[in-house]
């Protein structure tokens, strides 16, 4: 099984006339993935690889179930464009787009939470289950994502794109295969943390492990380790934190808008003593994460 998508998932993209969204388009398409519409205002009647265009989410929700929609279109049109996929009804938003306004992501997160969607990003490069499907430009090309990541048993979830397909690589080599990968976004404010999808995983009879790839800032490895404590979590989690350098820098920024080092409780020395306090194991390196989850299953 898998979590949030599946092969009958159905996906639209909003911006889809876009130079990356067309490209983006084309390699969910050659992995398997439902793309049935596409939507840019004013291009409305064109055709994206024989994807119809409309002018309005409306429009294609008008005609067909629409599970999931990915959104790449600039900042200043972002809010707008996730705020019609909403209340048009779409239960999963993967939005790409990043250097967003905070205020206006939460605004999003806000009416998603209301109108129980979920939001994956933004600043992120969405998500895939092996051999089922990839929403957004997760692995790139189709052919270089299915070498990388291949179905099993471990979840994964990483605030930085790369890293969650270079983890996925590294437990693939190690001959362990994925239930679904999450690139959740290294933005300050995501619409899905990691206690906010591990219930997901908990819930999924096929994920028997979760693979973490984190970095300085924010408070979301915390919210994790209460999370796996509390709620007394079956699966093994391992997680390797990046940037430990940053400790001995307050207030470097790490790539993300998220990984701003804002006080103590932001380092992360401090983040990797709460991880292993609940429990959860902690790699020192990207290639000893096979390992450390193969002791957690045992």
């Known amino acids: 099984m ?9 996906v639209i993209v909003q911006g889809i006339t876009g130079r990356e969204a067309v490209t983006m388009t084309r390699e969910m398409m050659d992995y398997g993935t439902k793309v049935i519409g596409g939507v840019t205002p004013g291009r409305g009647g064109r055709e994206i690889h024989g994807v119809p265009v409309c002018d309005s989410v409306e429009q294609l929700t008008n005609k067909t179930r629409v599970d999931a929609s990915v959104i790449s279109v600039p900042p ?23 250097n967003i306004p905070r205020y206006e992501v939460a605004q999003m997160v806000e009416l998603a939470n209301m109108r129980g969607a979920k939001i994956i990003g933004p600043n992120c490069l969405g998500v895939l289950s092996p051999g089922e499907a990839k929403v957004g430009n997760l692995g790139g090309r189709a052919e270089d994502a299915k070498k990388a990541f291949v179905p099993g048993s471990i979840g994964v979830m990483s605030r930085s794109g790369g890293m969650t397909t270079e983890i996925c690589s590294t437990l693939t080599a190690a001959g362990m295969g994925q239930s679904t990968a999450v690139s959740i ?21 096929d994920t028997k492990a979760i693979a973490i790839y984190s970095e300085p800032g924010g408070r979301m490895e915390a919210d994790l380790a209460r999370w796996v404590k509390e709620n007394k979590s079956r699966l093994p989690v391992v997680a390797f934190m990046a940037g430990r350098f940053m400790d001995e820098m307050p207030g470097m920024r790490f790539g993300h808008a998220g990984t701003i080092v804002e006080g103590k409780a932001d380092t992360t020395a401090e983040k990797i003593e709460r991880l292993r306090e609940a429990g959860i194991g902690v790699a020192e390196r990207i290639e000893d994460i096979p390992k450390l989850v193969q002791q957690g299953l045992a």
């Open 2 to 10: 898998s979590i949030l998508i599946t092969k009958d998932t159905t």
């Open 185 to 205: 976004g290294g933005d300050a404010i995501i619409g899905s943390s990691y206690a906010e999808l591990m219930p997901l995983f908990e819930a999924d009879p």
């Open 76 to 98: 200043a049109f972002t809010r707008d464009a996730a705020l019609e996929a909403i209340e048009a009804g779409i239960k999963l938003l993967v939005i790409i787009t990043e």
